[in-house]
């Protein structure tokens, strides 16, 4: 099974400021890595998948990158609406698997 | 518009059984993989299943083998889970979610807004 591990668990930032969102692999999972934003008390929504295609109405201020490994989701420039729970998951092996997430928070 | 809407969560006893619901609109459901993603409370999130869209292939996660079935009626355009011998550990909320288009399986694109099974005595 596919470990994700995401740093940092939380981030305080501003809005206006840019947030760096970083996802580790325990072994490759090529570009098949997804990001997902969750805020409390709704459904996950898909920004980004295989490491760097933007969902469907997704604004171009959320970026991923990355492949292999090490993946990094970029908001360029934080909206109060942004602050929420962010996860990745692979898509590469089954079983699929989520990272433990991390909150972006408003410093 | 497209929508993923669940049913048939509630509480259960250990060792229980319950079977969830999820019904497609807006959407050709047959043409699409489906998944059950489900949350515990305070936690993240946790792939559960996935049937392919013809039914034929399926896959679970190892927390859930052998005790849930995930299957589907494309007649019906609607996504089931049956879950055996409940555990505490199975309490969650449980989402079914759909894969993208162009065959690309296991990236969710939409979701439903969840249903909450509760294992307990």
């Known amino acids: 099974e596919i470990v994700l591990t995401q740093s940092p668990a939380t981030l305080s930032l501003s809005p206006g400021e840019r947030a760096t969102l970083s996802c580790r692999a325990s072994q490759s999972v090529s570009s098949y890595l997804a990001w997902y934003q969750q805020k409390p008390g709704q459904a996950p929504r898909l920004l980004i998948y295989?490491?760097?295609n933007r969902a469907t109405g997704i604004p171009a201020r959320f970026s991923g990158s990355g492949s292999g490994t090490d993946f990094t989701l970029t908001i360029s420039s934080l909206e109060p609406e942004d602050f929420a729970v962010y996860y990745c998951?692979?898509?590469?092996?089954?079983?699929?698997?989520f990272g433990p997430g991390t909150k972006v928070d408003i410093k | 518009q497209v929508q993923l809407v669940e049913s048939g969560g509630g509480v259960v006893q250990p060792g229980g059984s319950l079977r969830l619901s999820c019904a497609a609109s807006?959407?050709?459901?047959?043409?699409?993989?489906m998944h059950w993603v489900r949350q515990a409370p305070g936690k993240g999130l946790e792939w559960v299943a996935f049937i392919r869209y013809d039914g034929s292939n399926k896959y679970y996660a190892d927390s859930v083998k052998g005790r849930f079935t995930i299957s589907r009626d494309n007649s019906k355009n609607t996504l089931y889970l049956q879950m055996n011998s409940l555990r505490a550990e199975d309490t969650a909320v449980y989402y079914c979610?759909?894969?993208?288009?162009?065959?690309?399986?296991?990236?969710?694109?939409?979701w439903g807004q969840g249903t909450m099974v509760t294992v307990s005595s």
């Open positions: 807006g959407f050709t459901f047959s043409s699409y993989g």
């Open positions: 998951q692979q898509r590469s092996n089954w079983p699929l698997s």
């Open positions: 979610a759909k894969d993208l288009p162009a065959m690309i399986v296991g990236a969710f694109d939409i």
């Open positions: 295989d490491a760097s």
